[in-house]
Each structure stands twice: as C-alpha cells, then as structure tokens.
C-alpha cells in the first residue's frame, strides 16, 4: 500500500470516529467483558455433530479484532482473531436489528469488536457464532497492510513490531516460543538448587565481559555509571556470600555494532555453580540445554537454516590448540611464535594488530575461519589466558585457561570457565587489561578493586557460565537474524 492511499484512508477513518460519535456512540468504550475467547467455542464444540452444536443454545461472549469481512449486503461473515485464535461470525441484520446492522456497517478491519451470540456449523462446515449483539470496543484509524509477507523494507517490521505482530501469526509464535524457552530454563534451574536473583543494571565498574560500555551520569551521587556489559562479577560475590547456585536471567548493554547476531541490548542467561570446575559444567550446560530443547519444540533435532542440529547425541568436544592445528598449514610455529601467526592470519585477510597478544591473534584466526562451520553442539575448551581475564589458569598447562565456548550452527551460544578465585592472581590479570586498555582498547577490563576484596574473603571452586538467549530463540525458531527474536530490537531513528 502506497503511503498516499494508505494517508488517504486514515483521513477516511478519522472521518468515520466522527460519524460515530455523531450518532451518540463511543468509538472507545471501556464497559465491555470479555467471558470467553474463540478456543473455547473451538474446544466446546470440537466432539459434538452440527446438529448437536445447534441445539446446545451455548452463548458466548468473545471479544478481538475484526480481520476479515464478507460483506453480502443484509448479512456479512466476519473473522475475529483474540490471543487464543480466530473465529468466523455471522452478522445478519435481522437479528442485530436495523440501527445495530447500521452501526456494524461502520467497522474496518482492524477494530477491536464484542461479539454475543450462539454456535453453529455454515454449509462449508466452519464453526460460527451467530451474533445476537455486537459492539465497537476501539475504532482503528490506520489500515492494516494488506499484504504484510510482501514488504520490501523489513525495517518497517522492526521499528512497528505491533503491526507485524497483528498481521502475522508466524511472527506471535516467534514469541510465544522464546517465552516458553526461558520458563523452561527457569524450571530446570530451580529444579537443579539454583537461586534466581536480581544484580545492578548500572555499575560504578563495567566487568564481566570484554566489550563497551554504555556510559550515563547520576545527578544526586555525581558520578559516571556504566550500564552492565554482564552480571558476572557481582554474581560471583554472591557466591562468596554463601549462595553457592545462582543464576540472572536479564539484559545485557554492549555499545557495540548491530547485525544479525548482535543487538546493543540483549537478553543472557549468567550461572555460577560452587565446587565444580568447567568440565562438570559442560555436562551440566548439555543436559540443560539438550532438555530445554526438547521441552520447548518437542524434539531434540531442530532444523536451522537448512541445517540439521542434533541435541540428542553428545556434543562434540575439541581443544582450542586441536582445532587450530586441523587449519590448512597451520603448523606448531603458528602457535608459538607471534609473527609466525600474524603472518598467517593476514595472508587470510584477518584484521590483526602487532600489539595483539598470541592468544588474540589465535581467537581472531578461529572465529574467521572455525567458527562458522561449527553446526552440531561443540564444546571448543582451553582458551589462551590472554583473551581469558576472568578464567582459572590450567595448573598442566599456565598458558591456557579452564575455558570453554559452545557452538551450534556457526554461533557462540555459550562462554563458560572455572572461575579465577585466586586474588592475586586475578589483581594481576585486571593491571594488563588495564595496560591494555591504556594502549586503545576501549573494551579491555577496569580494575575493580572490590572485586578483588571480595577474593579475598574467598570464593570457593566455582564454575560459571553465560548463554545467549536471544541466539538460542534464534536456534528454536529458526529465525535468520537476532531481530527476528528481539520483539523492540534497536535502528537508527527516522527522521520526521
């Protein structure tokens, strides 16, 4: 629809609320109950013969929005959709009566309409509800767009998800999946002894990710605040209070790019498990997931983007060395000497600095070459200390860190460790992201100085982990980009 027709019917919308008004009518009501939605007429009525369902004298009172009219001059059948479905209703004039028919003649697809009337079967077999009292509960003024799957400019989808979510019914169910995906995380935490809690939005420190922060002022304590990059380091001091299984689901604000797989805000999962170490969590994260999974689609093989994804077999496991090693003439040199692999990542168009560390040239190698052909479950493990500042060093190997991250289908979806609970250890590692940070990384760690005093008062053997929601919603809907799963995701504004 062009913006010139549909300006055109808004003005004769407009002009509508006031022939309503004018026949003594609120096109805005607010007296009306509900008492039944369209799957109850469905459900009643689901066993029983036309017959039966004519004679059962069942009265129902719906409520929705008009989406479809057939207009036969005397009579009409209209569909009205609530959040449970549609139903078909057959307006006929010598029923509502003259003034009644009258006023129906003034509603537009869109409208939010009260329906009263009792159940019957159409000579084409459609479950109907014949209307013995209607009324108009919101007058829409703006046309729904006719042919919505048709739109060029996806943006319009984003920036007006309400409209997308009113035409598309494959868009609702988007949404209702990602919501029974977190309950059922939520359900298997609690049933696992996690405690679900709540840490700061606005932190005096920004910690727990290597990313940007957004940054904001409070006026009465005179003082920057950083929105959180992750709840990390404040879930971990309530494991130093005694809360041994915590867990937050909520959002995350990085000052980062957009495209498919990210969003400035974003929506994690962050959980932190006393006495165990990162190989226990691996099996604890596959359970989890593999059951989340099942409980949310009905299965443990999903289809994403062509792609088969198999959560019922046990997720392949590779260190981060073995992986690097399987690269075409990525020989042992590459992984001991700097130049070696810088040489290496640029001969692959890798963008790469001298001042990166060995093991950011190696994280950068993986994520351009492995990372996208990584389908099924992997557990890729043994991260370098140096792209690892919160991770506990290996005690076989120093340079490496009790580290993992999980891919499904070429996505991180998961990032966990043994947590580093050696104070010192931990002060050492926040002053080189504080050198590094010196030198132009704008996403490298700050100190955090009570941090550090809560290591002091120890933090047991932990291990802790964060997973995406938003790329696992991508994951169960099969949904191409992170937007499709975000329900307000960010753009840049319009100019009016």
Do not use: C
């Amino acid at each position: 629809m062009s913006q010139e027709s549909e300006g055109r019917l808004h003005r004769l919308r407009r002009e509508k609320v006031e022939q309503i008004r004018d026949q003594g009518i609120n096109p805005y009501p607010n007296r009306f109950r509900r008492r039944h939605v369209a799957q109850d007429v469905h459900r009643d009525m689901e066993d029983r013969t036309h017959e039966e369902i004519e004679a059962s004298g069942a009265e129902y009172v719906l409520a929705g929005r008009l989406m479809a009219v057939r207009d036969f001059g005397k009579a009409s059948f209209i569909h009205i959709e609530d959040g449970s479905g549609r139903i078909q209703v057959f307006m006929k004039k010598d029923v509502l009566g003259e003034e009644g028919y009258r006023h129906f003649k003034l509603w537009d697809v869109g409208d939010i309409v009260g329906i009263a009337g009792t159940p019957f079967v159409t000579r084409t077999g459609e479950l109907t509800i014949q209307a013995s009292d209607a009324v108009l509960l919101t007058k829409s003024v703006r046309p729904l767009p006719e042919k919505w799957h048709g739109l060029k400019d996806i943006e319009i989808r984003y920036r007006q998800r309400y409209v997308d979510l009113i035409a598309n019914e494959e868009v609702r169910e988007t949404f209702r999946t990602r919501s029974r995906l977190i309950t059922n995380i939520r359900e298997y935490l609690d049933g696992h002894g996690f405690l679900e809690v709540e840490t700061p939005m606005m932190q005096p420190i920004p910690g727990g990710a290597t990313a940007r922060p957004f940054v904001t002022h409070h006026n009465t304590l005179e003082m920057d605040l950083y929105l959180r990059v992750a709840p990390e380091l404040y879930l971990k001091r309530l494991v130093v209070g005694g809360f041994e299984r915590v867990y937050e689901i909520n959002r995350n604000f990085r000052n980062e790019g957009i495209s498919t797989m990210h969003n400035p805000e974003f929506t994690m999962l962050e959980f932190y498990m006393a006495y165990t170490e990162y190989n226990g969590l691996m099996d604890f994260t596959e359970e989890l997931l593999r059951e989340v999974v099942r409980r949310t689609t009905g299965a443990e093989q999903l289809v994403y983007q062509g792609k088969a994804v198999d959560f019922s077999r046990p997720f392949d496991r590779i260190s981060f060395a073995e992986s690097l090693r399987g690269l075409d003439r990525f020989e042992d040199r590459h992984l001991k000497n700097p130049e070696d692999a810088l040489d290496y990542a640029r001969g692959r168009d890798i963008q790469v600095s001298d001042r990166d560390p060995l093991g950011k040239i190696h994280l950068k190698i993986f994520e351009h070459l492995l990372e996208p052909d990584l389908t099924d479950p992997t557990f890729v493990y043994d991260y370098p200390v140096e792209v690892s500042p919160l991770s506990r060093r290996s005690d076989d190997e120093p340079e490496t860190a009790e580290r993992f991250e999980l891919f499904i289908a070429g996505m991180e979806i998961a990032n966990g460790f043994s947590e580093l609970n050696d104070p010192r250890d931990q002060e050492e590692r926040f002053r080189e992201q504080v050198a590094e940070r010196e030198s132009g990384d704008e996403e490298a760690h700050m100190m955090d100085r009570d941090y550090i005093t809560a290591l002091d008062y120890g933090l047991p053997p932990t291990a802790g982990e964060g997973i995406g929601i938003d790329r696992l919603a991508m994951l169960v809907t099969d949904s191409a980009s992170i937007r499709d799963v975000i329900l307000f995701p960010h753009q840049r504004s319009v100019q009016s």
